[in-house]
C-alpha cells in the first residue's frame, strides 16, 4: 500500500493518474527548493510530471533543469507517496504519485527555463515547515532526521 498524503479523496470524483518524480538536493546543509508563482505562491521539492513514454530519472533530470537550472546527480530513491488534487493549471482532477529520489546538485546552467519557476536554498529545518504538501514535507524530515540535520 503506497501512503497518502494530504486532502480525502472525494467520492465520486473521477481523478486521472499523473507520476512525477522529484528530489532532495543536498548541498552542505541546505537543500535546492523552488519557488513556484501562480494563484498561490508554493515552496516545493523540484521535479514534476512524468511524460507518457518517459522513465522516472530522466523526467527528474529534465524538470529540476526546466525549475531550477541546475542539473544534478541522483543518489537513490527514497520512495513513492499518494495525493489527491486539483491541478488548476492543467483544469483536472489527479491521483499524483510522487517518486522521491535524493542527489546532489552538480552544475548550475543559468536561471530557470520555466519563469514561474525560482530556485531557493534553505535548511531541511525550513522546508519541513515550508514545503507547500505534506508528502514532501514527510520525506524531507525522514530523510533529515536520519542525517541529524533536523
Known sequence: MIRRYGEAVRAGQAYQRRPGAYAILQRGSQI????QFGAQ?????????IDPGEAPLPALHREVLEETGWHICVLRKLGVF?????MPEYGIWAEKLCHIYLGRPTLCMGPPVEEDHLPLWISPSEATVE??????RAFVSQWGRSQGLV
Open 32 to 35: 535546492l527548493t523552488t519557488v
Open 41 to 49: 505562491t508554493e515552496i516545493q521539492l523540484p521535479g514534476g510530471g
Open 82 to 86: 499518494r495525493r489527491f488534487t486539483f
Open 131 to 136: 514545503l507547500a504538501n505534506a508528502g514532501d
